[in-house]
């Protein structure tokens, strides 16, 4: 019972570290896939004299990624409805070219206002709108969720990692002579240690088998909600594969650098 209960206290701490892992790596997902969608749905609005190209504006800024051609009658139109045929054609000749201009990355709001600095400065362009104000709070709730997620899973990161530690330390009285034998006889650190990682290898497995269960079923049953359905239908930010192999080097790490730590922390108590 007591050996269950010990398997118990070093597989949770453990699987506490990979679902912290895990929702990184979602939150990851989640955001490259909402800023793809907020970079497909913004453009700059530009007005000029002269005729703008794709070409002309990548030579001044390669984060510009195309120019979309705005209809002017369709403008004129709405601008100044119930005005008659000969008076929009004499309107439309004075308006100015209007264009989108769309971008290859979303962008922090300070290279945002270079773009348009250099898009002002281009001859014949009147006006340019970056519609800053809602670009920047956007941005900003990104980074701020960002910032507060990977503060709590670092905390959550270490203090898990001084439990691990704590029950290998545990693991390791209990087979202390036996280490102590085999350390007479000269046998290597690593090897006097082989029992802590052979039981810390098994836990680990089990940790990252319930962390797949978990998400398995996160996975399958909350992607149903439909306050998720900003997801779209790519599930797979919810789980991918390529975390079952990430959980398994990263537990893998963290019982190598425990038991490391542990054996070298008895070694030099002994000596």
Same mark, same amino acid.
């Given at each position: 019972?007591?050996?269950?209960?010990? &398997?118990?206290?070093?597989?949770?701490?453990?699987?506490?570290?990979?679902?912290?892992?895990?929702?990184?790596? +979602?939150?990851?997902?989640?955001?490259?896939?909402?800023?793809? *969608?907020?970079?497909?749905?913004?453009?700059?609005?530009?007005?000029?004299?002269?005729?703008?190209?794709?070409?002309?504006?990548?030579? +001044?800024?390669?984060?510009? %990624?195309?120019?979309?051609?705005? %209809?002017?009658?369709?403008?004129?139109?709405?601008?100044?409805?119930?005005?008659?045929?000969?008076?929009?054609?004499?309107?439309?000749?004075?308006?100015?070219?209007?264009?989108?201009?769309?971008?290859?990355?979303?962008?922090?709001?300070?290279?945002?206002?270079?773009?348009?600095?250099?898009?002002?400065?281009? %001859?014949? #362009?009147?006006?340019?709108?970056?519609?800053?104000?809602?670009?920047?709070?956007? &941005?900003?709730?990104?980074?701020?969720?960002?910032? !507060?997620?990977?503060?709590?899973?670092?905390?959550?990161?270490?203090?898990?990692?001084?439990?691990?530690?704590?029950?290998?330390?545990?693991?390791? @009285?209990? &087979? *202390? =002579?036996?280490?102590?034998?085999?350390?007479?006889?000269?046998?290597?650190?690593?090897?006097?240690?082989?029992?802590?990682?052979?039981?810390?290898?098994? %836990?680990?497995?089990?940790?990252?088998?319930?962390?797949?269960?978990?998400?398995?079923?996160?996975?399958?049953?909350?992607?149903?909600?439909?306050?998720?359905?900003?997801?779209?239908?790519?599930?797979?930010?919810?789980? !991918?594969?390529?975390?079952? $192999?990430?959980?398994?080097?990263?537990? @893998?790490?963290?019982? $190598?650098? !425990? #038991? $490391?730590?542990?054996?070298?922390?008895?070694?030099?108590?002994? =000596?």
């Amino acid at each position: 019972m007591k050996s269950i209960r010990d &398997h118990i206290m070093f597989i949770l701490p453990l699987m506490a570290m990979l679902i912290g892992i895990e929702f990184v790596l +979602i939150f990851n997902r989640i955001t490259a896939s909402y800023e793809q *969608k907020l970079k497909n749905d913004y453009a700059i609005l530009v007005s000029s004299k002269k005729e703008l190209t794709t070409p002309m504006l990548r030579n +001044i800024n390669d984060k510009i %990624d195309s120019v979309e051609v705005l %209809d002017k009658q369709k403008i004129a139109t709405e601008v100044v409805s119930g005005v008659d045929k000969k008076n929009i054609e004499t309107i439309l000749k004075e308006l100015p070219h209007f264009y989108r201009v769309h971008l290859v990355d979303y962008m922090p709001l300070e290279e945002l206002k270079k773009i348009e600095e250099q898009l002002k400065r281009i %001859d014949g #362009v009147l006006s340019v709108e970056i519609f800053g104000k809602s670009y920047h709070i956007r &941005h900003s709730l990104f980074k701020l969720i960002e910032n !507060s997620l990977n503060i709590f899973i670092t905390i959550l990161f270490v203090v898990s990692l001084l439990l691990i530690i704590k029950q290998m330390e545990v693991w390791q @009285l209990a &087979h *202390k =002579e036996r280490m102590q034998i085999m350390e007479i006889f000269g046998a290597p650190l690593m090897l006097r240690s082989g029992v802590l990682f052979k039981m810390a290898f098994i %836990d680990a497995i089990i940790a990252t088998l319930l962390n797949l269960a978990l998400f398995l079923y996160i996975k399958s049953d909350l992607a149903k909600l439909k306050s998720l359905e900003f997801l779209g239908n790519d599930k797979s930010l919810l789980f !991918s594969v390529t975390d079952v $192999f990430i959980w398994f080097i990263t537990a @893998l790490v963290i019982v $190598f650098i !425990s #038991v $490391f730590y542990v054996a070298l922390k008895t070694s030099e108590v002994s =000596e």
